[in-house]
């Protein structure tokens, strides 16, 4: 007995031994990335469990409990001789120890001690993983093999090559405490016996290291050539290669497979991720993250569906190297097949990206195969990212949602109920943007021109310029199952199309909820509200003061509006405006005067178009009260119940009720823009009386440039409905009307002077007779004619009362 107590002391010692050795190389060598450390209670005592045994892991533990400010785990606990112990088994040097189930000694001391003192003891374990590499589980070369973080349970010898290989990409994950006193105390309901309750703990434990390394690492792969070979043998792509009137359909749907996955690479991920860095580091001045606490409070536990905006070719690796670099799995990213170049296509697989085709409805096969991938990702487990606008916006504003990939995601969710998905709206808002030029030129009439080679090489000399900050702002995830419902309401293709595209609208309006409010925004907002692109620099100041101030009393009150906000004032934003080039400034003894060119002018639409859902409300009571010498707040409620609903569908704007009307009211009122005329005879209820302020004071011209923010959007509303009106019911059908609405708005737009291409973009027009058509508020006839019937008219009526006369005479002159 002596003998091996003897024994046991030795190994203690040379253990520890090693350990102090390996935390000094540690401390020398490594820099691990910290994770999870906001899910640490203050002031409480942990007690750290690692789930492989390895000293290095120790090490690197303890380096990041110092860094931390915790107990260290080499420290002795109030009942055990130690802060920490290992879930595994220990492990030989060339061999990884597998399957063993031994209980750890510590977990068996801290629960007798709570099952003997169950009133004192308050125990919390803190699972805690420690990630050598952010890689794919299956490589097919042997040096990326022994370099990368795997599902295995590793030797000594791997980890030693891990310390050396790879010690710049260490990841400390913390998980979520767990009262261990409190999980006892539910396992006594379930079991009575000691063991019983051991291996609950053991289970809960390893569980939860396995959602850390699937939310790290994603799922356990298999062999890619064993995915495609699965999906081609699936049911749904054996019918379709059965009805297939192709020749070789097998071969075809191999073929499909194989242009369409991805083949993600560890080493390509990771050159991919230090190129990026440095490019980030050239051009842009920094990238702000906000919401990263949504995914990861769902990364665990479900499928995520990334559904971000797209406004640059730049959002296809943005999104990706923010969630590498922040511990996350790095997601599978929809792509078009125009990016399926030589060279770029071939990276951008490597990296993540699978390829589909724009339009696949004439070829059964390959829309059966594409699906099947689709579907076999989610239910594995796979991130995934797409843009739910299908291409990029060219106007700043958010496209009408595509449900193709939507509608894939729900029927994946419905035949596998069992595996939850949640969607992450995801806002992404640059400074300024990289296609600037070639947006400008699309939208005044030319061709886009399909991406190549040649383009990325031209583009090198992009990283001379400076492109100012890009902000990422994470949504509210929507748990797609709950979302649903019952499966019952699934059941016909026209019930998912209509949930589709009510699960696709309600993406766009959580993606506006977090929109970043950045310097160019509020330039841009104030700029282009004035007659001819300038305005003095003490009223362009006191404006973004305002805007900003504005915007916080929104966010204040309503709980969806959760914006961010540049930390600089108003002379801090003309500031960095002008350093990046956009602003224009000439200087006068009375004061400068800040302008716009005309390429800056048309392209500044777009930035402001990126946040103009913010002010949309403000602007639009604005409208309503600015040139009147006083409102009722009934006569504005019912203006606003009138224009909002179309105003809310262009622009992706959740809808309104009487107390978010009270709120901007009373936002108004405290900005100094709205005077509530008697409060003490008028404090509450529809007849409350709101007038603008004294004409020619600072706040009626603040009112003013307010107003015009939303004034173009009603100008073309009333193109519409002026046109149509003067027309008569039953007369044109909509192309016809669509098109007449185009050549006025063009016009209009030369006569004065509106730099804004978006005033006659075709899919606006289209979208607000969608929506005039949904409402009711228009019909076709048997032949196809739009008859409408005194709503029309009326409203027309009251745009008299804010729309320009001289514009409403431009417009219904224009017979053709």
């Given at each position: 007995m002596k003998i091996f107590t003897k024994v046991f002391r030795i190994r203690s010692t040379l253990f520890y031994l090693r350990f102090a050795i390996t935390r000094k190389l540690t401390t020398w060598w490594t820099r691990p990335n910290i994770?999870?450390?906001?899910?640490?209670?203050p002031d409480t005592d942990y007690c750290y469990v690692l789930n492989e045994h390895s000293i290095t892991d120790l090490a690197i533990l303890d380096q990041s409990c110092t860094q931390l400010g915790l107990a260290k785990p080499s420290?002795?606990?109030?009942?055990?001789?130690f802060h920490y112990f290992f879930l595994s088994p220990r492990k030989t040097l060339?061999?990884?120890?597998k399957g063993a189930r031994a209980h750890p000694k510590s977990l068996v001391q801290l629960t007798d001690f709570i099952l003997n003192t169950p009133d004192k003891a308050q125990i919390n374990l803190l699972p805690v993983s420690i990630f050598w590499s952010h890689a794919p589980d299956k490589e097919r070369s042997l040096f990326k093999l022994l370099f990368s973080e795997r599902w295995r349970v590793t030797s000594r010898l791997r980890r030693l090559l891990d310390l050396l290989i790879n010690r710049k990409h260490i990841t400390v994950q913390i998980g979520n405490p767990l009262a261990l006193h409190t999980s006892i105390q539910k396992g006594l309901k379930e079991a009575v016996q000691t063991d019983l309750l051991l291996r609950r703990q053991m289970r809960i434990l390893?569980?939860?290291?396995?959602?850390?390394?699937?939310?790290f690492l994603g799922p356990d792969r298999s062999h890619r050539n064993t995915l495609l070979s699965n999906i081609t043998k699936s049911k749904s792509v054996r019918l379709a290669i059965a009805q297939s009137e192709k020749k070789n359909p097998e071969k075809l749907a191999l073929k499909y497979a194989n242009t369409i996955a991805s083949d993600i690479s560890t080493v390509n991920v990771r050159f991919l991720a230090a190129a990026l860095k440095w490019f980030w580091n050239k051009i842009y001045a920094g990238i702000e993250v906000k919401g990263l606490t949504h995914v990861s409070s769902v990364a665990e536990s479900a499928s995520i569906v990334y559904v971000p905006t797209h406004r640059s070719h730049i959002d296809y690796l943005l999104l990706g190297y923010l969630l590498y670099s922040h511990g996350l799995q790095l997601p599978h990213v929809a792509a078009g097949d125009n990016l399926n170049i030589p060279i770029i296509g071939g990276v951008l697989r490597r990296g993540g990206a699978f390829?589909?085709?724009?339009?696949?409805?004439?070829?059964?096969l390959y829309a059966a195969v594409f699906k099947e991938y689709f579907t076999q990702l989610l239910i594995r487990g796979y991130a995934m990212k797409y843009f739910i606008e299908g291409g990029r916006t060219r106007t700043g504003r958010l496209l009408p949602?595509?449900?193709?990939?939507?509608?894939?995601?729900v029927a994946a969710q419905t035949e596998h109920p069992e595996k939850p998905i949640v969607l992450v709206p995801v806002y992404i808002g640059y400074?300024?943007?990289i296609e600037a030029n070639s947006y400008l030129k699309e939208l005044r009439g030319e061709r886009k021109t399909r991406e190549s080679i040649g383009d990325l090489i031209r583009n090198i000399r992009l990283i001379r310029q400076k492109f100012g900050k890009v902000y990422v702002n994470f949504g509210s995830p929507i748990h797609l199952r709950n979302y649903l419902g019952e499966k019952s309401i699934m059941d016909s293709d026209n019930t998912r199309e209509a949930v589709s595209t009510s699960l696709g609208r309600e993406i766009l309006v959580r993606i506006n909820a977090v929109s970043a409010i950045n310097p160019v925004n509020l330039v841009a907002m104030v700029t282009l509200c004035t007659p001819k692109l300038a305005i003095d620099e003490h009223m362009l100041i006191s404006q973004i003061d305002l805007y900003v101030s504005l915007l916080g009393r929104i966010c204040s009150e309503n709980n969806f509006a959760d914006y961010s906000f540049t930390e600089l004032d108003g002379a801090a934003c003309i500031e960095h405006v002008e350093a990046l080039g956009m602003l224009r400034r000439e200087r006068y003894e009375a004061g400068d005067i800040l302008h716009l060119d005309n390429f800056s002018g048309a392209l500044f639409t777009w930035y402001r178009n990126n946040i103009l859902h913010t002010l949309a409300l403000p602007a639009l009571v604005a409208c309503f009260v600015v040139d009147r010498h006083h409102l009722s707040v009934k006569n504005i409620s019912d203006m606003i119940e009138t224009v909002y609903p179309y105003l809310a569908q262009e622009l992706n704007m959740p809808p309104v009720d009487n107390s978010h009307l009270d709120h901007c009211l009373s936002s108004l009122c405290e900005s100094g823009l709205l005077r509530l005329l008697?409060?003490?005879?008028n404090s509450s209820g529809e007849q409350r009386v709101y007038a603008p302020p004294e004409p020619h004071s600072q706040n009626y011209y603040q009112l003013d440039l307010l107003s015009r923010l939303i004034m173009q959007t009603l100008e073309r509303f009333y193109i519409v409905i002026g046109l149509l009106n003067q027309a008569g019911s039953g007369v044109l059908d909509l192309d016809s009307l669509e098109e007449k609405c185009i050549k006025v708005a063009e016009r209009i737009s030369r006569l004065y002077g509106l730099n804004a291409p978006e005033f006659f973009d075709r899919r606006l027009f289209h979208g607000f007779l969608d929506a005039l058509l949904k409402t009711g508020a228009i019909s076709e006839d048997s032949r196809g004619r739009l008859a409408f019937d005194e709503i029309i008219p009326r409203v027309c009526l009251r745009a008299n009362r804010v729309i320009r006369k001289e514009f409403r005479y431009a417009v219904l002159r224009n017979r053709q």
């Open positions: 994770l999870g450390a906001e899910r640490l209670l420290e002795p606990m109030a009942m055990l001789k060339f061999r990884s120890a390893r569980v939860r290291f396995k959602k850390h390394r699937t939310a390829y589909m085709r724009r339009s696949f409805r004439d070829d059964p949602a595509k449900t193709g990939l939507l509608k894939m995601t400074e300024k943007l008697d409060p003490d005879a």
